[in-house]
Structures are given as structure tokens and as C-alpha cells.
């Protein structure tokens, strides 16, 4: 048998029989069922793409609003609350200087570990002179008239009669403020008085929970002999006398925490309002009870305990639901009613303000006016019981409670 190529190499012929080349596919065309997994292959992983870009764009828009901390603390965030799903999935009002992803750890902020007092008095609570009551007032770092008429009035030394025999330390907290000048016309005030504290935070509303935290701090580091704490506002006149003899009928001085007790308040979910509260900050229909920040008394084995539970208690802007509600709580500490106590403004009636302990939203000048008739001893009057508000009705201060029932008493 022989095979012969034609003369151009081309064709074949076998026995005579003439055999053409096979025509391939063109070499891009392929199998078309190969092509088709390669189409697909290569959606699924754009589409997983998109789905990776899209999943880290959602971490980092938030992340990157919050970084800041809050109101200009400077810490870096956490995701804390619900799923960060949540967030998109049922969109609600942040808090300023608080958002979603703010970190409501407090050891990031209270430094438990450091020292973070920029100012403190030298002499305030030496071994061999510690108070057997401290007040500490919280105060506004450009409230310097609120503090001068304390110092004039309630708080001057001359003039306590009745517990001279008895130690008694009045102080002042502040934060920091972004302005330069204000700090350093609080250096030149202490400088004069040697009565102030300021602990290194920015001073602003919502940062109330950091300075009381930091007033725990300080207190249990710096004065832990002393036997009785209270904490109060520049915008409330103490009488001392009636506190001390109120602290020194007590039984014992130890498991104290009274104040003006309220019970059964709701968070107010309303973002416009100055106390409003978002849910992913607390989630609970009512808050625990827990006694008006505009004063409180506790011995100081409370102030241990309270500050303890605070370095593990997620942070709540509202510093006294939190610290003798929230804390209270977690340390199984119960806050006590004490009807001297009161977070509304009392009327100017002499007989009324010489039974009270405290009274509430008292300018500079009435100071002055309720000091200079408590000193007059020439009025007498009839014994009054101290009117204890009701705790009912809507929206009073942050917080709005029930209508009078049966389940909303204070016990």
C-alpha cells in the first residue's frame, strides 16, 4: 500500500480514495459548557466582591464618625449595645458625644490605674485631720461666681456653729475646658481658695457620668478616712447643720446611700428632648431606683463599692441613674428616701428651708438671701414636717413616670 501527498502537500490519497484535513473550531470559542461555569465563576466572585467592599464600608462609616469619643475625649470606639446590623436595619437618634459605636467602658475614661488629677487640694484629708464629712460640689468650670457664693454663704467656716466640733471639708470638682483661658482662671481660683479638684476630662453635660465617677475616684484614693460623702451641684444650697445632725442620729455610719429617692421613672425616647435617652444606651421599660444627683449622702465603705461597680458597668450619660441606680444595683446597695432631701425649688419660707437639707436651683443671689435669713435667730417657728414632692406625673426633669398607683410608691 502507498500513500502519496498531491503536489501541494495537502490532500492525502489511500487506495485512491482521497482524504481532506478536519476542519478545528476556531481555538477562542472553546467548548460552550466549559464557557458557561467560566461565565458563571467569574460573577460569583464579583459578586462576592461587592459584597466584602460593601460589608467593610458599613464597619468603617461608623467607626469613623465616633472616633473621636465623647465630646472630644479623644478615645478610640468599640462596638457595644446590639448587632451593628441593628443600627441600619432600625435607624435611631444618637446621643451627642455618645453615638452607637462610642465605648461606654469607663476604665477608658477614668484611667483607674493613673493618676489623672490636674488639680487637688494638699491638705484636705491628712491622716490626722480627715473630715467626718466630705462635700464635694460639682461644678462648671466657668461657674466661678456659683462657687464664690457657696464659699460666702453655706460653706464658709466662720459661721458653722453647730458642728464646729465636728470636721467638715467642702470642695469643688471640675473637668477641663477646650479653652485655655477659662483653665487658667481656674488655676489662678485655686491658687487663692486651695479648694478645688479638676480631673482630666472635658466639663460638659453629657460627660456627668465621668465626673462623678472621677469624684469616686478621687475621694477613695485621696480620702478614705474620712466616714461621710456628698455629692452635690453649684446650683443647691446644703444646710449643714441639719445634715450633720441628721448623719450623726444614724445608728451607724456604714451601708448609707439616701437622698431624694425616685421610683419607677421611664427614659424619655423623645431625640429632641435635653434628657433623652436612646434604647442601644439602655434598653430596660424603667429605670432602677436611684436618688436625684442634685444631692446625696454615702459613708465611704458605699463609695468603694459604687466606684468598683462602675469600672464594670456600661456607661449611662444620666450619672445619678447610674451611679446610685445602675451601680447601686450591680454593688446590692439600696438607695434610702431621706425627706430632707429634695430636687425641687423649695419657696423661700424660712420655716420650710430651716427643716430642709437641701434646696434646688438656687442662684447667687438667693444664696445670699436664704443664708442671711437662716442666720437670723430671732424668728421662731412652729415644728413642720419637710414636704416631700410627689414622684408622679410626666416628664419631670430626664425621666417621666405613672400616674399615681398602687406600684409606683417609692419603698
Same mark, same amino acid.
Given at each position: 500500500?502507498?500513500?502519496?501527498? !498531491?503536489?501541494? #502537500? ?27 461555569? #467560566? ?10 466582591? $461587592? ?73 484636705? $484629708? ?47 470638682? *471640675? ?27 472635658? !466639663? ?101 463599692? *459604687? ?102 410608691? $417609692?419603698?
Amino acid at each position: 500500500m502507498e500513500c502519496r501527498p !498531491d503536489v501541494h #502537500g495537502v490532500n492525502f490519497k489511500w487506495k485512491g480514495v482521497l482524504l481532506l484535513p478536519m476542519e478545528l473550531p476556531p481555538a477562542a470559542t472553546g467548548n460552550p459548557i466549559h464557557n458557561a461555569r #467560566g461565565k458563571m465563576s467569574f460573577i460569583r466572585r464579583l459578586g462576592l466582591g $461587592c459584597i466584602v467592599l460593601a460589608f467593610l464600608g458599613l464597619l468603617y462609616v461608623p467607626a469613623y464618625h465616633s472616633a473621636q469619643g465623647p465630646l472630644g475625649i479623644g478615645e478610640v470606639t468599640s462596638p457595644s449595645g446590639p448587632s451593628w446590623l441593628s443600627r441600619y436595619l432600625e435607624p435611631v437618634a444618637e446621643l451627642h458625644g455618645w453615638t452607637f459605636n462610642t465605648s461606654r467602658n469607663l476604665n477608658s475614661y477614668i484611667h483607674p490605674q493613673d493618676n489623672t488629677t490636674v488639680l487637688s487640694p494638699d491638705d484636705s $484629708c491628712t491622716l490626722s485631720a480627715s473630715p467626718y464629712l466630705l462635700i464635694v460640689v460639682c461644678s462648671a468650670v466657668d461657674h466661678q461666681k456659683q462657687r464664690i457664693a457657696i464659699r460666702d454663704t453655706w460653706a464658709s467656716a466662720t459661721d458653722m456653729s453647730f458642728y464646729n466640733s465636728t470636721s467638715v471639708k467642702v470642695l469643688f470638682l *471640675l473637668g477641663q475646658s477646650e479653652n485655655e483661658t477659662l483653665n487658667n482662671l481656674v488655676l489662678e481660683e485655686n491658687q487663692e481658695y486651695g479648694d478645688i479638684i479638676q480631673e482630666r476630662f472635658i !466639663d460638659a453635660y453629657n460627660n456627668l457620668t465621668i465626673k462623678s465617677v472621677m469624684l469616686l475616684k478621687w475621694v477613695t484614693t485621696n480620702c478614705p478616712q474620712a466616714t461621710y460623702l456628698m455629692k452635690t451641684d453649684d446650683d443647691m444650697y446644703i444646710n449643714v447643720d441639719n445634715l450633720i445632725k441628721a448623719l450623726k442620729s444614724r445608728q451607724r455610719s456604714s451601708d448609707t446611700l439616701i437622698g431624694s429617692l425616685i421610683c419607677n421613672a421611664r427614659p424619655i425616647l423623645d431625640p429632641k428632648n435635653k434628657w433623652y435617652t436612646p434604647k442601644y444606651m439602655f434598653s430596660e421599660k424603667t429605670y432602677p431606683n436611684y436618688l436625684s444627683g442634685t444631692g446625696y449622702v454615702m459613708s465611704l465603705d458605699v463609695a468603694v463599692k *459604687l466606684y468598683e461597680s462602675a469600672l464594670s458597668t456600661p456607661l449611662l450619660h444620666l450619672e445619678d441613674v447610674y451611679i446610685t441606680g445602675l451601680c447601686a444595683r450591680r454593688a446590692k446597695l439600696r438607695p434610702v428616701d431621706h425627706p430632707g432631701f429634695s430636687y425641687a425649688q423649695r419657696k423661700l419660707d424660712f420655716c420650710v428651708l430651716k427643716s430642709a437639707i437641701t434646696a434646688h436651683r438656687v442662684d447667687t443671689s438667693t444664696m445670699h438671701t436664704i443664708w442671711n435669713k437662716l442666720k437670723n435667730s430671732n424668728i421662731t417657728c412652729q415644728e413642720k414636717k419637710v414636704t416631700v414632692q410627689h414622684r408622679h406625673g410626666r416628664n419631670f426633669g430626664y425621666f417621666s413616670v405613672k400616674k399615681r398607683s398602687t406600684n409606683n410608691r $417609692c419603698v
